[in-house]
């Protein structure tokens, strides 16, 4: 099983990233799909999860301006970030579990799969 993350970079505060995750070695439709960051010197974060399905939950710090969602059909997963500001600068991981439970899924420890992370640079 394994994920890969893409679409990070850097873009100005107010403006839009779209990050990818795709996901292979399993029928990942029956997987919850998160997102999570990590910025330097923090811990990493819970940031956006997608069940089954299709139940979506944001964390507080970006809900209103992302977007998770996925594509069954292609094992993929997307985080649509708009009104980005410099407080989200991070690298961005996404993660795969069979889990259903939301209390659990808003926790990086109760992920299996994790991609390799994609960095976001956000500038004032």
């Known amino acids: 099983v394994q994920l890969q993350a893409s679409g990070g970079g850097m873009v100005q505060a107010g403006g839009s990233l779209r990050l990818s995750c795709a996901a292979s070695?399993?029928?990942?439709?029956?997987?919850?799909r998160g997102w999570f960051r990590q910025a330097p010197g923090k811990e990493r974060e819970f940031v956006a999860v997608?069940?089954?399905?299709?139940?979506?939950y944001y964390a507080n710090s970006v809900k209103g301006r992302f977007t998770i969602s996925r594509d069954n059909a292609r094992n993929m997963v997307y985080l649509q970030m708009d009104s980005l500001k410099p407080e989200d600068t991070a690298v961005y991981y996404c993660?795969?579990?069979?889990?259903?439970?939301?209390?659990?899924?808003?926790?990086?420890?109760?992920?299996?799969?994790w991609g390799q992370g994609t960095l976001v640079t956000v500038s004032s």
């Open positions: 070695g399993d029928t990942f439709s029956k997987y919850t």
């Open positions: 997608i069940f089954r399905n299709a139940g979506t």
């Open positions: 993660a795969a579990d069979q889990g259903v439970i939301l209390s659990s899924m808003t926790m990086r420890d109760q992920y299996d799969y």
